[in-house]
């Protein structure tokens, strides 16, 4: 993770920058904002945020290397975004535990399932 700070970018500004790092890569399932070609308007005064742990984009097969975030309007506090490394957090989980999380598997998927209380009883 790399910070930018006091950085003057719009919309515009923020691709241009991606597209010097790779190819940009759009969500899936959510619409860019008008007029680009992955910006999203995530906008906490309207409710938009994602307020709960969340990756960005990892349920597809060939996801982005990463993820650029632009603040626009920054609070004087909360409305932090913390960041997680997974790999650093294996390997310091004690070798029991590394041992059975290797014999686990998950199906990582954007899909919401719904089960309900018929469901349970087939």
């Given at each position: 993770m790399?910070f ?11 691709e ?35 307020s709960s742990w969340?990756?960005d984009?990892?349920f ?9 975030l632009?603040a ?31 014999k686990?598997?998950?199906?990582h ?14």
């Amino acid at each position: 993770m790399v910070f930018f700070r006091d950085q003057d970018l719009d919309e515009a500004g923020q691709e241009a920058f991606g597209r010097r790092l790779g190819d940009l890569v759009a969500h899936p399932t959510v619409p860019s904002l008008a007029g680009t070609a992955g910006v999203l308007d995530i906008d906490g005064s309207r409710g938009e945020r994602a307020s709960s742990w969340h990756t960005d984009v990892t349920f597809v097969p060939a996801y982005p290397a990463l993820s650029i975030l632009r603040a626009v309007t920054l609070p004087p506090y909360g409305g932090d975004t913390l960041w997680a490394n997974t790999a650093a957090a294996y390997a310091d989980l004690p070798e029991p535990l590394r041992d059975l999380a290797d014999k686990l598997w998950a199906l990582h998927s954007n899909v919401c399932l719904l089960y309900t209380s018929d469901a349970a009883d087939e």
